[in-house]
């Protein structure tokens, strides 16, 4: 990797997401769903921002920011309520760090901004989920956090005019 991409974490910045950050977020966030292969429009890209925007919905963001301005990654977060606690967690969303940065600390540096968030509003915990085969992620989370023994399942709700299993 070549290590003049890397920040000096003396110049990285870590701060709340702000309006004029909406073009370098939105490359960002479509290099995120790219390498998720998820499909991302510009309804789902408004939609995402203006929850990000919005002071009353939970979803927030974090940004890294070099010395120039250029936004290097993100973090998505928000609070949910853990039932079996009787609290309300953290919950990271999204985390992305351009490729050519990777390796240099960004990634671990907004998991700990978002984690002393958590601590501040007195979240027991921060969880989060990713593919089973992003090794390189992966490799960091075990770093920072211990891996939990659930399974994650998603079930699509019938549509109207669809036909059951």
């Keep these: 990797m070549?290590?003049?991409n890397h920040p000096d974490s003396a110049t990285l910045v870590l701060r709340e997401i702000r309006p004029s950050d909406r073009t370098q977020w939105e490359s960002l966030y479509r290099q995120y769903a790219d390498?998720?292969?998820?499909?991302?429009?510009?309804?789902?890209?408004?939609?995402?921002?203006?929850?990000?925007?919005?002071?009353?919905?939970?979803q927030e963001a974090m940004v890294a920011v070099s010395a120039t301005?250029?936004?290097?990654?993100?973090?998505?977060?928000?609070?949910?309520?853990?039932?079996l606690?009787?609290?309300?967690?953290?919950?990271?969303?999204?985390l992305f760090v351009l490729p050519g940065h990777r390796g240099g600390g960004v990634g671990r540096s907004l998991i700990t901004a978002v984690g002393s968030i958590a601590?501040?509003?007195?979240w027991p915990l921060l969880r989060w989920?990713?593919?089973?085969?992003?090794?390189?992620?992966?490799?960091?989370y075990d770093r920072l956090a211990q891996?939990?023994?659930?399974?994650?399942?998603?079930?699509?709700?019938?549509?109207?005019g669809l036909a059951s299993p």
């Design 35 to 58: 390498f998720y292969q998820s499909p991302m429009n510009e309804e789902i890209l408004q939609r995402t921002w203006s929850w990000l925007m919005s002071p009353q919905h939970p």
């Design 119 to 122: 601590e501040r509003r007195g």
């Design 69 to 83: 301005g250029e936004l290097l990654g993100l973090a998505h977060y928000r609070g949910f309520p853990e039932p």
């Design 147 to 160: 891996p939990t023994a659930w399974v994650t399942y998603e079930l699509t709700p019938a549509r109207p």
């Design 129 to 140: 989920i990713t593919a089973q085969d992003n090794a390189a992620a992966r490799q960091l």
């Design 2 to 4: 070549n290590t003049k």
């Design 85 to 94: 606690l009787g609290q309300e967690v953290g919950f990271l969303d999204d």
